[in-house]
């Protein structure tokens, strides 16, 4: 494998987000800090998602890990997408890259954006609730392991669009409202059962369900579980992206 | 029935094309781009592919680059199947693109460490600095893509295309819409890596560029081989002689079927002295008043035409250099 080549690559993909950190990292941070002030603000003494948690505390998480999906997605799929249009994406498929060089630098600085982005919206939040780290280690298996996914979904649709506004309607009619259903700004217990039955089919809930085990020691289902649903997610999704760069998918004719 | 296009000469091949074919299929019915395509060129040459608008050069050059699949056939890159043995081949071959396409998150010399990068090449500060040199980009070298002009953004295309010090070199008309000087640059820079042993493949509608450098010229129509040969072999084949005049006065039939008219410039072929002097006494005889007449030797655009009007995908001109 060309490892030089790969990592290039990788190393391009990070800069190409942290050129732009200011539309790119701060943005998104300032967007996640706002969902916090205003949510936190009205429900923090109304709503107990979880025995003795705050609604603040409940929030944080869910946003660090939203921001985090969010953005790991839009790396990928954008930077696919604007190469694509502009053309220079000739540049890189007249390298010796293997698809799984493609691959593991798209996903692998999907997921430096994604997770530096989750870092700085925690950094910023954590200092306007009380947060525990109980189990540490499922925030950073579900944090990896959503970032790539949704890095990997990125990929399917900026190989997908042909044009910038099929990108949006995949990032607004596909993954704004799986992110937002996903339990980010509530406990899937407080849902009437046909919404909570509708919501263990979506991948995002396990993965911020995951994901906020990690600070709380509680979850509305098992992290096994999450974890199980979360791993396979991720390798069918994978899958579908390896799949559609080696057979060169709208990219060569 | 289509034709094995070989040379006689015995350098090695950097290039081979063998029954290339490529179907495009679309919603309204399949459109066959490249049909049976077969010749090579040898290592060292400077060859030239030309054809009119939708003959199959740039999907040709798309197959060997990998940027398109061939329905049929083989193609190889010093020794290299594109597809079978991608890798190799694709760090044989530099492509100059025909459009101008730049990544606007970077500078030019950026641009350039991150295209060697792709092939595994980390340190190459050195050749990247004589490519902007031999350029004129180096008091480019830290500008933004964005911030270039159109003909600076071709430079920094050819020097991408050269990066990683490919043998083959395929410049996909690289002079469209570009001004003298940097054609001029360009040509003396691409001549210089052929005489250093590059293998050079051109395509280009300025056929003055094509005749001055290139040895062996391939002309393409409907996807096929119409002519293959050397370019002084091609000249020599054709109409030997052709009479150029310029005129405001309506063209005698008898000249107006067979002559080529610009503007007020007439060109019309003629094979020999007799035939010169049969044109003029048409032209006296009709009253025609002409202007800066002069007979001179076909150019390659005569040839090309001259081939072009021929019956489509004729029997090539020639099959050896």
Known sequence: MNFDGTATLFRKEVLRFWNVAFQTVAAPVLTSVMYMLIFGHVLDQRVEAFPGVGYTSFLLPGLVMMSVLQNAFANSSSSLIQSKVTGNIVFLLVTPLSHGAWFAAYIGAAMVRGLAVGAGVLAVTIWFAPLRLAEPWWILVFATLGAGMLGALGVIAGLWADRFDQLSAFQNFIIMPMTFLSGVFYSVHSLPGLWQAASHLNPFFYMIDGFRRGFFGVSDVSPLLSLAVVGVSFLVVAGIALRLLATGYKLRS | ?321
């Open chain 2, 1 to 321: 029935m289509q034709t094995s296009h070989r040379t006689s000469s015995t350098a090695p091949v950097a290039v081979h094309f063998d029954e290339v074919s490529k179907v495009y299929q679309g919603a309204r019915g399949s459109l066959r781009a490249l049909d049976g395509v077969s010749f090579d060129i040898q290592q060292g040459e400077f060859f030239g592919l030309l054809g009119p608008n939708g003959a199959g050069k740039t999907t040709l050059i798309s197959v060997l680059a990998g940027l398109a699949r061939a329905t049929g056939g083989r193609v190889t890159v010093m020794g290299h199947d594109v597809v079978s043995d991608y890798a190799a081949a694709r760090k044989a071959l530099g492509i100059v693109p025909q459009e101008l396409v730049f990544d606007p998150f970077f500078s030019v010399i950026e641009t350039l460490r991150i295209q060697s990068g792709y092939y595994g090449i980390r340190r190459n500060d050195a050749w990247i600095e004589e490519l902007l040199a031999a350029l004129g980009l180096s008091d480019k070298a830290h500008s933004n893509m964005r911030q270039l002009s159109g003909g600076m953004k071709r430079r920094v295309l050819v020097a991408q295309a050269l990066v990683h010090r490919p043998p083959v070199i395929v410049l996909d008309e690289p002079t469209a819409g570009v001004d003298v000087e940097l054609r001029q640059t360009l040509w003396a820079f691409i001549s210089k890596l052929n005489r250093e042993g590059h293998t050079v493949l051109l395509t280009t509608h300025y056929l003055e560029e094509a005749e001055a450098l290139c040895g062996r010229i391939a002309m393409l129509k409907q996807g096929r081989v119409v002519a293959l040969d050397s370019t002084s072999a091609l000249l020599a084949g054709r109409a030997s002689t052709m009479l150029r005049f310029k005129t405001d006065d309506a063209l005698p039939a008898a000249i107006a079927a067979m002559a080529r008219v610009t503007g007020r410039t007439v060109q019309a072929k003629a094979h020999d002295a007799a035939e010169v002097e049969t044109m003029l006494a048409t032209l006296r005889s009709s009253g025609v008043k002409v202007e800066d007449l002069e007979i001179g030797r076909a150019d390659l655009e005569d040839v090309f035409l001259e081939i072009m009007q021929g019956g489509a995908a004729a029997e090539p001109a020639g099959v050896a250099a």
